[in-house]
């Protein structure tokens, strides 16, 4: 019986993969005009920023003044000042700004933790909540604000920010701030919106497709798939707040809610990596995880805000002996069988990145590569100081080779043919003893000739497959 064709609806993948690019190529192309600001003692000297090409991170030297409220220097003077402690749970920030008179600029960026109220030369111009000196009279609220400010005649403008904080124990941090004028400011926003709605709004788009898989092939796998693109999704700021949100939104089952998805990120990827080894875990384990996350999910939407964020610590508590619950079955598994796919290799070196592993380096010969592969890692949570990227031609480089540093556990080559037969015989040293050699990516036809030469360099092939024409092949 021939086999069914398959479904012309799962060219959406390629095609919303081929958008998500494009549109994060758009982004990355355009040109990086930012530069820093540092304050110094709470005032900041910018008379010779460019403010008409540059947008300025502001630094966070400004004077604080804890569990104090006030508008103006005037009110401050003879309060003490000190260093920010996130047990504050109000307090304010004053900065004096020394700019070239007549000049319109553009303070913005994300409120503060988690209400905030702002004066320019003791005049309220924003309120983000209601900032207050105690919880019953403070409103929190988060959104993202735009400051317009005019210099005057002498250049000089006193910036005050307060904050309340009672939501938690961590927050009222200086948030990062940026200077600039109003059309270099919104030229910045688009390219934030352009970049969050491509990567964050292309995650949702691939979670709806995996979603439609799941009911379709009835797979669970899918259906976790499906859910951790969401949480990926939702998780960036600019997206979540700006973009999903309404102006009037409820805060407090906002808040609840993101919390919650940060609680599930581990949750959704556990229960995929169960899924993708269906049998290995006892399936009453696995309900007892499931069974206490709903509890704790449950509880996200009872108990009193202040008390929200310690669930997503319990829920990551109770994540880390399921998570090695399951390491010790797949190793199980492992042993049983004496075979490791190469994709199990793969997965698990995807996961170890994400729940754990110290670092991870991958290298390609195409130097455009490296920017691509930082912002994939990043939107997965990885950042640069476990992930490295390197660009170059390994097989006839040493000094590449050497910068990569190693032994690794896992070497992972999936490249055309000749290039695994160039690198079967210098790879070695990356390998750590005991260590595997994961390459794939060979046509049919070159199968043989690849093999018999992994063999000539001393490699032991333990396991190979095909799948379509293409092979793989296990090295150790």
Known sequence: ????????????????????????????????????????????????????????????????????LASTQADLRGRETGAHDESVPYGTYRLELLAQPGQYLMLSGYSFDYSTRVYLNGKQVLEIGKVADTAAASEARINYMDIPIYTGEDGRVEIVCQYANFVHKEGGSLPRLYLSSPEKTQEMQRGNDLYSLALSGGLCLFGCCFLLLAAIQRGPKYGFLALTCWLMGMRNQNFYVVHLLHPEYNWALAYRFLVWMIALQAFALLLLLANLYRGAAKRWVVWCYVGAYGVLSALHFILPTQQVKELTRLCYDVSVPFFAYLIFCLI????????????????????????????????DIDEKCMDVAYENAALNGVGRDRYTVRWGDVVTDQALRQELGGPYDVVVANIVADVIKALASTVRPLVKEGGIFLCSGIIDDRAQEVLEKLKADGWDVPEQRQSEGWYSFLCR
């Open 332 to 363: 199980r598994r492992l042993i049983r069988t004496r075979t490791v796919h190469w994709e199990d290799g793969l997965i698990l070196l995807g996961y170890a990145l994400l729940l754990g592993a110290d670092r991870a380096v991958a290298c």
């Open 1 to 68: 019986m021939p086999k069914p064709k398959k479904q012309t609806w799962l060219l959406l993948l390629p095609a919303v993969l081929v958008v998500l690019c494009a549109m994060v190529w758009l982004f990355s192309s355009q040109e990086d005009a930012t530069g820093e600001l540092t304050p110094a003692d709470g005032v900041l000297d910018a008379c010779g920023a460019d403010f008409a090409h540059t947008v300025y991170t502001l630094g966070s030297d400004w004077t604080f003044y804890p569990e104090t």
